[in-house]
């Protein structure tokens, strides 16, 4: 195991079990579920239209009920998980990339948790509440030009969570017996990165997306 994973790993059966049904958790469908999500996003290149039907409107795909239990009741799962883990961390003086890596998991977590009761409670809890129902594409897109703290969380938060994700499909390749050998620890370590990268392309392309479609708006009105 790498650094990182051998001080994050329990040494009961019980913990090992839970520590693989926390991943499982993280990974499926949260992890598959965000990667799509940060994809359907990029139809902000597309317009009022393709957006709000891909992502925001009532029916559309990313909006549904459905997938609302699908994901948020994995997601609290995961985060009083995660919350735990936290509450238990032991760093350590040793001089070694992992732990970094394990430390900055960590504290993107925090940031992710942040960002998140952010995220939600703008584009699922106050549009619910207003005429339209839904977050409309004008809104998002003026905000993110006109608001600089608007496109700072936001690019923050994709970076945030490209991070955690892809490091933490790292950490589970350990926990799954994928990156038993030197060789393939350093394989798994550059599929992150390249997951890292993905995600990143993603997110901050749907962001410059919006960017670019909230200059023809007027800025918003809190």
């Known amino acids: 195991m790498s650094e990182a994973a051998v001080h994050d790993q329990p040494a009961t059966t019980g913990g090992l079990l839970t520590s693989r049904l926390g991943s499982v958790v993280a990974l499926f469908p949260l992890g598959v579920w965000t990667t799509w999500h940060l994809w359907e996003n990029l139809s902000s290149w597309g317009g009022a239209e393709a957006w709000e039907e891909r992502v925001s409107k009532p029916g559309a795909t990313g909006a549904s009920t459905i997938v609302s239990i699908v994901v948020f009741l994995p997601l609290i799962l995961h985060t009083a998980w995660g919350l735990r883990r936290i509450g ?16 900055l998991q960590r504290l993107s977590a925090l940031g992710l948790l942040g960002f998140l009761l952010a ?9 619910a509440m207003s005429a339209t129902g839904y977050e409309t594409f004008e809104d998002i897109a003026a905000h993110m030009h006109h608001h600089p703290p608007t496109l700072v969380v936001y690019l923050l938060g994709v970076l945030g969570t490209a991070y955690h994700l892809a490091n933490g499909v790292y950490t589970a390749s350990f926990i799954y017996g994928l990156a038993a ?7 798994m370590q550059i599929l992150s990165l390249l997951f890292f990268g993905v995600l990143l392309v993603f997110g901050w392309g749907a962001v410059a997306g919006l960017f670019q479609a909230g200059a023809q708006f007027a800025p918003p009105v809190d």
């Open 181 to 187: 050998s030197p060789r393939a620890a350093k394989r």
């Open 88 to 103: 238990m961390m032991k760093p350590n003086g040793y001089k070694f990339f992992g732990n970094y890596k394990y430390m």
């Open 119 to 127: 995220h939600v409670t703008l584009a699922r809890i106050k549009p």
